[in-house]
């Protein structure tokens, strides 16, 4: 009877085996010879599952801000600008393994944001989430939480990119955890003060 391979779970073990490569060896010093040797596969067998190195790469990136995304847009829309608040605050916090990941990825793929292709992918990224916090903002400004005349799209990109460089410093710069929940309060805090109708 042939074997029944679980081609989700092999892509997964391939990606892991080329993250752990590109960190030993270096990105651009790093083969597809290399990735098959370290996931225990034949080079052939590699390429039926990704077609060039550049394929995996994007996937190590797709398969991170996949679970980035599900993560930072789940549930319903926030009916309170503080429960949006708290709930910023809940996803700026990260785990030190996972801000460990942002130091990796420039270390391996810093040289791939000279690329045009590679850039606009993960523009892509912050698009979404960018649309998914002005949705929440306006969403707030329908019920009378965040004043009416501020512009929810230019805010969710704001947000966006807020997020980005708290989370990217609590990981490129080793700053404690004390020091990193200090920021994410004080960044709140003035993000909601600025959001809040006048009258508020």
Known sequence: MPKVVDK????????????RVFVDKGYHATSVSNVAEAAGLAKGTLYIYFKSKDAMTKAIVDRHFAAVESQLTRGVPCDTLDAFLDELRETMDIPAEQASFHRV????????????????????????LG?????????????????????????????????????????LFDIS????????????AMFGTGLRPPSR
């Open 8 to 19: 989700a779970r092999m892509r997964d073990d391939i990606l892991d085996a080329a993250m």
């Open 105 to 128: 990825f420039f270390e391996v793929f810093g040289p791939s944001f000279a690329s045009d292709a590679f850039s606009n992918h993960i523009a892509r990224f912050f698009d979404r």
């Open 177 to 188: 955890q004390r020091r990193h929940r200090r920021m994410i309060k004080e960044a709140v």
């Open 131 to 171: 649309a998914h916090y002005a949705s929440q903002i306006a969403h707030l400004q329908e019920r009378g939480e965040v004043a009416e005349h501020l512009h929810a799209p230019s805010l969710g990109r704001v947000l966006a990119s807020m997020l980005d460089g708290i989370v990217l410093h609590r990981g």
